[in-house]
């Protein structure tokens, strides 16, 4: 079945450093989805991405997908402690459900 | 707007007993909800899909009848795990999809999940 991993599966960071966290999927994908889950919270949407080779970017976090549509990145640019928490990709390859990726944990040291 | 309501928060009970979980879009109709289930650290594991007035779509490895879901109206979805072991013992979150534009390209907006501790 489809596969969706993130790398890495932990990163700690000195506050206002850069961090980025990689999805790949085992299927290409017709759309994928970003969420934000802090520790002891549900997931939140960040965005979604459709077109091959899309970038949008929210402020400080800029969202790719791939050309293939197979993989995805965030990239967070600064990191504050406000972005301690797990970020997950969720990819949908034409069906009506996702799969959500692995997770990347992420700490932020003041 | 697109709040999702999950209660219970916090369940714990006896070996044996079945456990009824709601989920509900408040401001929103949610033609699809989804029942995922959470181990510490780790990923969600999509368990169902629930679409309103039919059956449920389990996926592999989930036993249907251990876990009964019910998608009675566009703004509610039950979860029951019905003689719960401590084996059953995780966070169990639902999400809910709202009605309109191409199917799947609509965000799902989560619930606060429920942590059902079983003794």
């Known amino acids: 079945g489809q596969q969706v991993m993130q790398i890495p599966q932990y990163q700690h960071v000195q506050e206002g450093e850069d961090f980025t966290t990689y999805c790949n999927s085992s299927?290409?994908?017709?759309?994928i989805q970003w969420y934000k889950q802090r520790p002891g919270g549900h997931p939140v949407f960040l965005i979604q991405l459709v077109k091959s080779g899309e970038v949008k970017k929210q402020k400080r976090l800029t969202f790719q997908f791939g050309e293939a549509k197979k993989n995805s990145s965030l990239h967070i640019t600064a990191t504050q402690t406000t972005d301690v928490g797990t970020y997950f990709c969720?990819?949908?390859?034409?069906?009506?459900?996702?799969?959500f990726g692995t997770g990347t944990r992420l700490k932020v040291l003041a | 707007g697109a709040v999702v309501s999950q209660h219970p928060s916090r369940v714990i009970c006896k070996s044996g007993t079945s456990v009824k979980i709601e989920c509900r879009s408040l401001d929103f109709q949610a033609t699809t909800m989804f029942w995922y289930r959470q181990f510490p650290k780790q990923s969600l594991m999509l368990m169902a899909t629930?679409?309103?007035?039919?059956?449920?779509?389990?996926e592999q490895g989930v036993e249907k009848d251990k876990f009964l879901i019910n998608h009675a109206s566009l703004t509610l979805s039950t979860l029951t795990v019905t003689s719960a072991h401590p084996e059953d013992s995780s966070f169990y979150i639902c999400s809910a999809r709202g009605l309109g534009g191409p199917s799947g390209n609509q965000p799902q907006h989560f619930g606060d999940g429920t942590r059902l501790s079983i003794l």
């Open positions: 299927t290409t994908l017709s759309n």
């Open positions: 969720a990819g949908a390859s034409g069906t009506y459900k996702y799969i």
């Open positions: 629930s679409n309103e007035g039919s059956k449920a779509t389990y």
